[in-house]
């Protein structure tokens, strides 16, 4: 009798099924665990190299990366913003975004992580930790910035080092854009390794400064499910902003009044006034 016919009139037994079941959930265990280990090659992706800007500093990190660095000042303004971009871009590529900021009346700092446009090193979250904790120092040890006065700007795989840095250092506030519960669940919805990266969900109710959580309603790449429970987990004062009709890097394209009135209405609900 022909094979196929066989298995169609006689279909594998229970046993067999599930025999096959586990062996395939083993063999995608291990695909995770592999791409687990792997995931600084998987995960970062630095742009091209850059030159520096005027003005830009160099800051050592206890990593024993050379990160660069850019404060801008505005005397008009009660607030720094301490922006972290998203993957594959660097402070070159935000550079109109900062001017917007700070015309907007904030104070500005962004920086490059290890690895990533005119900064040393290689790029993982150790590092991209680091280099926020040296950046921060710098504001408030050699800028002489009080804590209260740093509002903390993290942007998709951003969000991952302004989680952490909030969750240890005090500051004046939180504005997470794209943000993941973790960086495996993007992939994997639950957890499923006992380990992660960037694990959010783990840090964030440990922080309570005022929060405007900013996520597009259609973000294919970092679903809004994962903002959506940020938000709902977040115990401290907070608003947000969730953009109909936006994906992951098109909210200022299709919502840019929108967008700016939300950061508006964020700044005037904090404690400190713009002189």
């Given at each position: 009798m022909n094979p196929k016919l066989r298995n169609?009139?006689?279909?594998?037994?229970?046993?067999?099924?599930?025999?096959?079941?586990?062996?395939s959930f083993i063999l995608g265990y291990v695909i995770l665990i592999i791409a687990a280990l792997n995931v600084n090659h998987l995960?970062?992706?630095?742009?091209?190299?850059?030159?520096?800007?005027?003005?830009?500093?160099?800051?050592?990190?206890?990593?024993?990366?050379?990160?660069?660095?850019?404060?801008?000042?505005?005397?008009?303004?009660?607030?720094?913003?301490?922006?972290?971009?998203?993957?594959?871009?660097?402070?070159?590529?935000?550079?109109?975004?900062?001017?917007?900021?700070?015309?907007?009346?904030?104070?500005?700092?962004?920086?490059?992580?290890?690895?990533?446009?005119?900064?040393?090193?290689?790029?993982?979250?150790?590092?991209?930790?680091?280099?926020?904790?040296?950046?921060y120092d710098y504001l408030t040890k050699e800028q002489h910035i009080p804590a209260e006065r740093i509002i903390l700007y993290g942007h998709s795989l951003g969000s991952g080092p302004t989680i952490d840095l909030a969750s240890r250092k005090p500051v004046g506030g939180l504005i997470l854009e794209g943000a993941y519960l973790s960086i495996f669940r993007v992939v994997t919805h639950f957890r499923v390794l006992p380990w992660d990266v960037f694990n959010n969900i783990a840090k964030i109710s440990s922080i309570h400064v005022p929060l405007l959580s900013i996520h597009a309603l259609n973000d294919h790449t970092v679903p809004f499910w994962h903002g959506e429970k940020l938000y709902d987990t977040y115990t401290g004062p907070k608003q947000n902003y969730w953009v109909p009709n936006a994906d992951h890097n098109t909210i200022l394209e299709v919502a840019w009044q929108p967008y700016w009135e939300a950061v508006e209405k964020y700044r005037e609900s904090l404690p400190l006034k713009n002189p």
């Open positions: 169609f009139l006689s279909p594998p037994s229970f046993k067999g099924w599930l025999k096959s079941l586990l062996r995960l970062f992706h630095p742009p091209g190299h850059h030159v520096d800007f005027p003005g830009q500093v160099k800051l050592h990190t206890a990593a024993g990366d050379d990160i660069t660095a850019l404060y801008q000042p505005n005397p008009q303004a009660a607030y720094v913003v301490l922006f972290s971009y998203g993957n594959g871009e660097d402070m070159a590529s935000n550079h109109d975004y900062m001017v917007a900021l700070h015309n907007r009346g904030w104070g500005t700092c962004g920086y490059d992580y290890p690895g990533y446009g005119t900064s040393s090193g290689k790029p993982s979250e150790a590092g991209c930790i680091a280099a926020i904790d040296a950046v």
